[in-house]
């Protein structure tokens, strides 16, 4: 994994791995069953030309969506267009002339793509929306200023009911002394700030809801212990309903999530010990109030491991997606009431080569889609899609390694909830116009399983 868990430091762990991390939009209906049930490519450029995947998701008619980056020199926005089997359908590469930018996250919207990436320029970071049409042309882009001199990291995504946009990111231009905010940006469909907020709890994440309103994530100042935090917020960025949860040691909420009965599915990490943390899930009912937690731990990693997303599968289960201090990503198959079924931590079984996962989603057959790079030293990296079927397999691919460490389900402290008041503070930056190209590209597809 290219982001871990740290010792002792839940907060760490949530800054240094789940804000590289986006939203992940629900399993969408598919407009035909998928054709290919597994597979592993690789798509690599012309010469020693470095590619990472950042993110994935399935697509209306079963193929998926890749948002990824050309890091060899300019880092230039990579979009890869797959269809079931994993082939590419269209692929381009967009530009900001005499700028770099990276690729974070991609959605599918009603109308196209929406597609979020940090242009690094000389002047302070800055968050840039591209609005693509079904075939990548761009519809319109708009950058988004952080107030300061250092920037923000995207971590949301989303097309929300009325059709327009939920930008979400950690923004560490903002400082209150609790530590850089939660910053949310709610869009119209052409790219206008409707409202702006930032919410000052150490940032996990923030989601739209069926009911136009929101649900936030994340944690309090490690001061004396890490609390996580959970809040719900109106269609207007307004708080409907706070609480902290204390497990009475350190402990972060990474990602919060609606689920198909109206409640919610938080998962994070809590402390076991001064140099270990264990996996963490809560399921929340429409309220707030707890259903029911488990914790996660494997004797493989005596560092341990947090998780940084959780979202409901096919079968009515769910995927947990965690990170370890031991170098591997894992993603776990759940039941509706979070008992593991498998477990799997892809891994190259040969060739010297590394494996680096950066996103997963779940996908309409039950099984999953992941994004991220496969290289070595003398290897330059090559962008990676990874589909595994319903029990977590990739069929005729004798080189990668699918099964993951046992997890063993314990029991967490328990959960005492706690009023919580969460200070919001309204900002006001205003978006600026930013000039794009989009053009063709030419990444070679090749087996993965061949290597």
């Known amino acids: 994994m290219g982001h871990r868990i740290m010792k002792n430091k839940p907060s760490r762990f949530l800054l240094g791995c789940i804000l590289a991390y986006g939203a992940i939009a629900p399993i969408p209906a598919m407009a035909q069953e998928t054709a290919a049930r597994s ?8 010469g020693p030309q470095n590619f990472l995947g950042r993110a994935i998701q399935q697509t209306s008619d079963g193929g998926y969506i890749i948002a990824g980056v050309n890091v060899t020199t300019a880092l230039n926005v990579q979009i890869l267009k797959l269809d079931a089997t994993g082939a590419v359908a269209w692929q381009n590469v967009y530009d900001v002339h005499g700028q770099s930018s990276d690729g974070f996250l991609v959605q599918q919207t009603s109308t196209g793509y929406i597609v979020v990436a940090v242009l690094d320029a000389s002047s302070p970071n800055v968050m840039i929306v591209m609005n ?18 250092i920037g923000a990291l995207p971590s949301t995504i989303e097309q929300t009911p009325d059709g327009g946009y939920l930008l979400g990111a950690t923004n560490y231009d ?71 949860y204390e497990l009475g040691a350190n402990a972060s909420a990474a990602s919060a999530r609606q689920t198909a009965d109206g409640g919610y599915l938080i998962a994070g990490g809590y402390a076991v010990s001064s140099s270990a943390n264990d996996a963490w899930l809560m399921k929340l009912g429409a309220d707030g109030n707890v259903q029911w937690q488990h914790g996660y731990s494997s004797s493989s990693c005596a560092e341990g491991f947090g998780a940084y997303d959780a979202q409901p599968a096919a079968d009515g289960g769910y995927y947990m997606m965690m990170a370890s201090e031991c170098s591997y990503g894992m993603i776990a198959k759940l039941d509706a009431d979070g008992a593991v079924r498998w477990v799997d931590a892809p891994v190259i079984a040969s060739g010297g080569l590394g494996l680096l996962i950066d996103w997963f989603a779940p996908t309409s057959d039950g099984g999953y889609v992941s994004t991220g790079s496969v290289g070595s030293v003398a290897l330059p990296p090559r962008l990676m899609a990874l589909k595994a079927d319903s029990q977590g397999g990739v069929r005729a691919c004798s080189k990668l390694t699918m099964t993951g460490p046992r997890l063993v389900e314990v029991t967490p402290p328990a959960v005492q909830i706690a009023a919580l008041g969460i200070n919001v503070e309204a900002t006001s930056i205003l978006p600026a116009t930013v000039v794009i190209a989009g053009n063709p590209s030419q990444l070679a597809q090749s087996n993965g399983c061949a290597y």
């Open 174 to 244: 903002i400082y209150d002394g609790v530590g850089p905010p939660l910053w949310a940006l709610k869009l119209d469909a052409a790219g206008n700030i409707v409202w702006q907020n930032a919410y000052h709890m150490l940032t996990g994440s923030i989601h739209s809801t069926a009911d136009g309103g929101f649900i936030a994530a994340g944690y309090s100042l490690c001061n004396p212990t890490c609390t996580p935090w959970i809040v719900k917020l109106d269609g207007g960025g307004g708080v409907a309903w706070q609480f902290q």
């Open 39 to 46: 597979f592993d490519h690789l798509y690599s450029g012309i």
């Open 132 to 149: 693509l049409d079904p075939d990548g042309a761009l519809l319109w882009t708009a950058s988004y200023p952080t107030g300061g001199a």
